[in-house]
C-alpha cells in the first residue's frame, strides 16, 4: 500500500503562485512510479493537470507554462509549482500514483489518491 498526503493548498489572489506538495510513504518504490496532479472543481469532472514518469513530464493544455511537476525521490515527494494563477484554476487537487503506466491523463490509471488539497483563486 501507498499512502499519499498533499499540503499547500490555500486561497491565492489571481497572478499568484502556490507550491503544493504529495508525501508518499508505505511499500512504495518511489522514484519508479508514475506520478500525477489531478483536480476537481466544484460539481466539475476530475480533470488532468499533469505528470511525471520515466523522466517524462506531461501537461494540460492550460496549464503549460504556467505550472511545473518535479519530485524529490530522496524526499518522497512530488510537487506541482503553479504560476500565473486564474479563477479557472480553483480546485481541489489530488495526488495520484501508480506503477507504471503509459496512459498519464487517465483517472482510472491510477492505484492510489490523496485526499486532496483546496485551491482557491481569487479575483
Same mark, same amino acid.
Given at each position: 500500500?501507498?499512502?499519499?498526503?498533499?499540503?499547500?493548498?490555500?486561497?491565492?489572489? !489571481?497572478?499568484?503562485?502556490?507550491?503544493?506538495?504529495? !508525501?508518499?510513504?508505505?511499500?512504495?518504490?518511489?522514484?519508479?512510479?508514475?506520478?500525477?496532479?489531478?483536480?476537481?472543481?466544484?460539481?466539475?469532472?476530475?480533470?488532468?493537470?499533469?505528470?511525471?514518469?520515466?523522466?517524462?513530464?506531461?501537461?494540460?493544455?492550460?496549464? #503549460?507554462?504556467?505550472?511545473?511537476?518535479?519530485?524529490?525521490? !530522496? #524526499?518522497?515527494?512530488?510537487?506541482?509549482?503553479?504560476?500565473?494563477?486564474?479563477?479557472?484554476?480553483?480546485?481541489?487537487?489530488?495526488?495520484? !500514483?501508480?506503477?507504471?503506466?503509459?496512459?498519464?491523463?487517465?483517472?482510472?490509471?491510477?492505484?492510489?489518491?490523496?485526499?486532496?488539497?483546496?485551491?482557491?483563486?481569487?479575483?
Amino acid at each position: 500500500q501507498v499512502q499519499l498526503v498533499e499540503s499547500g493548498g490555500e486561497t491565492v489572489q !489571481a497572478g499568484g503562485s502556490l507550491r503544493l506538495s504529495c !508525501a508518499a510513504s508505505g511499500r512504495t518504490s518511489f522514484g519508479s512510479y508514475t506520478m500525477a496532479w489531478f483536480r476537481q472543481g466544484p460539481e466539475e469532472e476530475r480533470e488532468f493537470v499533469g505528470a511525471i514518469s520515466s523522466g517524462s513530464t506531461y501537461y494540460e493544455d492550460s496549464v #503549460k507554462g504556467r505550472f511545473t511537476i518535479s519530485r524529490d525521490n !530522496a #524526499k518522497n515527494t512530488l510537487y506541482l509549482q503553479m504560476n500565473s494563477l486564474t479563477p479557472e484554476d480553483t480546485a481541489v487537487y489530488y495526488c495520484a !500514483a501508480v506503477g507504471i503506466t503509459s496512459r498519464v491523463r487517465w483517472t482510472t490509471e491510477y492505484d492510489y489518491w490523496g485526499q486532496g488539497t483546496q485551491v482557491t483563486v481569487s479575483t
